[in-house]
């Protein structure tokens, strides 16, 4: 198995780990990074935050990037297709004191690629050249990226694109070893993540298709990355990034665990609202036991805080 600590450095702030949760949109909130850092995440990237909702003030983009001291180091990780505006953005979040700013530029949604946003950044390498040697000269914080390989198949650019964020000052580069028209589809090839490991000297973290243990250790054996990045198989699985499998969990650590993050949820987005938000996660907590319809359809329904926690006190009769 892999040894406790490996220490990289992104710039200056040494990540003590090899285990990162990946950024989610919807997902990686403070209730939920918290938990993962707790059970040994070693970064805390921020869910991305869209550079024009800073601009314009969005009355809740706060939530975006709030986070605990003791979740460093923090990443923040915003998104736009304008050098500009991502330098004036990155100023002004630069006063909250992250550890590392993030520049997405793997996002496959369409609202966000197709405005020249997150992966469709791969479009115009130039472009990203400018955002980050703007951001690399400007900042006290070290700038990293996050990449796909391409916007599809006919453009595999990501070797390009690796060597121009390591070119103008980025410090570390995360690669999703998929293009932008694959999505989630297919399978990930973890060979490119090898060749942008071969081809770069800042630290490269490697993220697709790693759903278990075993899979860290594949992807670290195969591509000699210096961290492996865990989103959709975290949800559901924190305890993934302290070495166990989903199978492995006892009910009684998922009971525990489940009532913390619902606090976690009912605190952070103050009120039930957080339970409404927290539903996606209990269906990934509980994806592994077969339980009756109905006590299913009152967890994944319920508005109730306390009627949601005494069907969840229930699941423990049927296992």
């Not at 090899?18 to 805390?44: T, V």
């Not at 665990?257 to 907590?285: I, S, T, W």
Request: hydrophobic share 40%.
């Amino acid at each position: 198995m892999m040894e406790a600590v490996s220490v990289f450095h992104i710039g200056y702030v040494p990540v003590r780990g090899r285990l990162i949760l990946a950024p989610m949109d919807g997902y990686s909130n403070l209730p939920f990074r918290s938990i993962c850092r707790e059970l040994g995440s070693a970064l805390s990237y921020t869910e991305f935050i869209n550079a024009l909702d800073i601009l314009q003030s969005h009355p809740r983009i706060f939530r975006k990037f709030a986070f605990l001291p003791q979740e460093r180091p923090v990443v923040f990780q915003i998104f736009d297709s304008d050098p500009q505006r991502l330098l004036e953005v990155a100023l002004r979040l630069q006063e909250y004191e992250p550890d590392v700013i993030d520049i997405n530029m793997g996002c496959s949604d369409n609202n966000v690629a197709f405005r020249g946003a997150g992966a469709g950044l791969l479009r115009s390498p130039e472009t990203v050249a400018t955002i980050f040697r703007t951001l690399t000269r400007a900042l006290n914080v070290p700038v990293s990226g996050k990449i796909r390989l391409g916007w599809d198949e006919q453009t595999r650019n990501y070797l390009q694109i690796a060597r121009i964020v390591e070119d103008n000052g980025g410090a570390l580069l995360a690669v999703h070893a998929r293009t932008r028209s694959q999505k989630y589809a297919g399978r990930a090839d973890w060979d490119a993540i090898a060749e942008v490991k071969q081809s770069v000297s800042i630290p490269v973290v490697g993220n697709g298709d790693v759903c278990s243990l075993g899979d860290v250790e594949a992807m670290l054996n195969h591509t000699a990355c210096d961290g492996v990045m865990i989103g959709r198989a975290a949800i559901g699985n924190p305890w993934i990034f302290s070495g166990l499998n989903r199978e492995a969990v006892p009910f009684d650590r998922v009971y525990f665990v489940m009532r913390d993050h619902l606090q976690r949820m009912l605190d952070f987005y103050h009120g039930e609202y957080g339970l409404v938000l927290f539903r996606k996660h209990a269906r990934r907590y509980l994806s592994l036991y077969s339980l009756p319809p109905d006590l299913m359809r009152c967890l994944m329904t319920t508005d109730s805080v306390p009627e949601f926690l005494e069907s969840l006190h229930l699941v423990g009769n049927y296992l």
